[in-house]
């Protein structure tokens, strides 16, 4: 999870959708911005692209009118994240308030093939974070059996992600010698550490956990 900077003012058509008795949140283009503003990734797994879709309540709305239309509220998840998190976890930290510092509140790591597995650690004694970190646990290790396998797929994915970041470090702390070479691998690992790209957090927190990496990496945070 991390930080998203929502658009304003809200798409007209939601106050309009309101009004009526069968209203639509997904009406005009609220679904072309909430999939700008979050990158087309999943908020809570940080999924890029996810092949399904959910317009999520981030506080569910109950039949509340003013919740189900309240931009503010309208977040894009992934089938397999807006599941688990269904109704069981209302109290999470909230990515798009700039006030939740989620790089430095929640520790992410994965032990490597075999048998890959995501660490999930809160790093304040606070509910909201302990929630949080609950949440994305569940996320990314499963609940259900189904859910199990759901989570070892997307795990899948984050290990796949990881190794092509690491190669472009290995590359650029060892081998590229020339100029050119460097900036390029600077590119890429600029381009890896964005807000916009599949699993940040996990990638960031290599970055975080090295002193040296740290020092000269940590300005490709946006
Ligand atoms: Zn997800």
Redesign the pocket.
Known sequence: MVNVKKSYPAPKCLAEEKKKKNGDYKCGNVLERLKNDFKN???????KC?STINVEHFVPHRGDKELKFDWVNLFW??????N?KSDKYDNILNCTNSEHDLVNWIRYEMKPFPKEKVNITALRDDEIVKNTAQLLDA?YNGTTPLKKMESSN?RKSVLDEIMKFQAILYEYCFEASHPEEKNECLKHLERHLKTSSPFTSFKRWIIRENKELKKEFEQFFD
């Open positions: 990734k999943c908020y809570i797994c940080e999924y996810p998840a992934c089938g397999h994240c807006n688990t996320v997307i």
